[in-house]
């Protein structure tokens, strides 16, 4: 009985790491420490989105795609879901949706950053 107390404290234990977890990582980039993806693609702010809300749809979210968050995620702390109009959710990261760009192709990547004066890399402080 005390064996399975200890697996379950540990299964439980593990588990709550897992949802601490922040949705992101930081790279090194010639752009400075930025926020990324699990693969390492850099995420970007859109300065047309309110906070809170995304304004990129449509052939914007084709070129630069939602950074997506996964089914049953939490917000905590600085990082926060914002619900897009289909319904689907991203993650924003001091009240600003993120974004991947599509013109970058490798890991840290930061083609898009200053494209069209309003997308920027998101810089992780």
């Known amino acids: 009985m005390k064996r399975m107390m200890i697996a379950l404290a540990t299964v439980l234990a593990a588990a709550s790491a ?14 400075g420490k930025v926020w990324t993806d699990s ?3 850099t995420l970007y702010t859109f300065d047309k989105d ?3 809300k995304s304004n990129c749809y449509d052939q ?13 995620a939490m917000a905590e702390g600085e990082w926060t879901l914002v619900e897009r109009k289909d319904g689907t959710k991203m993650w924003a990261y ?5 974004y991947t760009f599509v013109g970058d192709k490798a890991a840290g990547d930061v083609a898009g950053d200053g494209k069209g004066d309003v997308w920027h890399v998101a810089k992780a402080n």
């Open 50 to 52: 309110a906070a809170g």
């Open 94 to 98: 001091d009240g600003h949706p993120l």
């Open 60 to 72: 914007c979210a084709r070129n630069w795609p939602p950074f997506a968050a996964a089914a049953g």
């Open 39 to 41: 693969a390492g693609m």
């Open 18 to 31: 897992a949802y601490a977890e922040e949705p992101a990582k930081v790279m090194d980039t010639s752009a």
